[in-house]
């Protein structure tokens, strides 16, 4: 696309006529406009101009006979009953093949000092998943550059699963290495809700030069409002749907799908819903799902987006609100736990708590024997792991047990390993871990005469 393409796309936006309202309320975190009735729609944006000369931008989030609700999209000081208010189209977002490598916010604006163009085609953030009859299955295994993800939670084509975590367990160097090693013609990050400081660390450090390559960032740091931070996570599927389209593998990195509630829940009790799982309101629910069901692979075998959804869980709570929800419309769930983080074991997956629902047709039978063997082994050494550590354990009780403590140390390596050979490699690997160390021979006898 050039210039005059973007400049066509911006002028088909532009309107003949500007219609205006009025404040006529300020109340709580709504701001209500009489004047609007004939032409407001939900979603649609207002922008504020206050006597100062500062303007403002709010989203309609309910409308009444006479007036119509908006919650600013930031600071809302300097703004007065009668102030004018100027009613635009909802705000959607035009994504370009021009985005690779740029880190951006969740309007289209550039965040790297760099000018940006926007796309042709303005897409809108609530756009529906592709119709269920016509979506594709499931593609092929993909090569993850990492040893666990390689055999025993195989990721496939379209795939979409949560990665859940506490803080501080490695969920940055994780996405990380999926962004840079896995199969993938685009990468988009979406980053809501993080902390200011961090994004340059993970762009310069954990993602690097060679990752940024091929990937776009959309974010919105914790110090924006919450319209702000609520439109990261669509706006990052709306670029992903923009590469999917055209029949690119694309794969999808938010993080996380707990700030994207705290977020929705921050606008919806504003628009007057009432708050019931654990302080969200009933909306999340369908808020989370959706998402969720616009990744995935495209229509008529066209594109596929793969999906890593991150959940931020306090103390391993899986069945927390959030966690329990997203865990219902994936293809699997991936655990992180801080124990084993606290060892040093990085990635930190708990192997055992996560699951790939791509199995067990991601694998042929006999891959899907050492990972159902590597299974059961890390399971013996899980329900025996006090009694041998506090030395209760006497050998020769349980063979399965006696074989679970000799291939654990090679097992648990295992799972943090990278695999640079791809597939092929890390399943002979994983064999090599499941065979039991050659036992020492005894010492021989010194030569001599006996006394």
Known sequence: MNAFDALR?????LRPVRV??????????????????DQAGIGDWLEFETRGGTRIGAEILRL?????????????????????AEHLRARGIAPDDSWIGRVIDPYGRPLDGKPLLPGPRMRSLASPAPEPARRGRLGKRLDTGMAVFNTMLPLVEGQRIGLFAGSGVGKSILLGNFAKKMQADVVVIGLIGERGRELREFVEDTLGEDGLKRAVIITATSDQPPLTRRRCA???MCVAEHFRDQGKHVLLLADSITRLAEAHREVALAAGEEASLRGFPPSTAHQIMSLAERAGPGSDFVGAITAIFTVLVAGSD????????LRGVLDGHVVMDRAIAERGRFPAIDVLRSVSRALPLAATPEENTRIAEARRLLGAYDRAEMMIQAGLYEPGADPLVDRAVKVWPALDAFVGQEA?????????KLAQALEPPPQAKPAAKPKGRSR
């Open 234 to 236: 669509a706006a990052a």
């Open 64 to 84: 009444t006979e006479l007036e119509a609700h908006a919650l600013a999209d930031g600071v809302r000081d300097g703004l007065a009953i009668g102030d004018r």
């Open 420 to 428: 640079p050979g791809g597939i092929r490699v890390a399943f002979a």
């Open 318 to 325: 899986m069945e927390e609100p959030i966690a329990d929800i």
């Open 9 to 13: 796309a911006q002028v088909v936006q």
């Open 20 to 37: 205006y309202g009025q404040i006529n309320r300020i109340e709580g975190q709504l701001i209500s406009v009489t004047g609007l009735t």
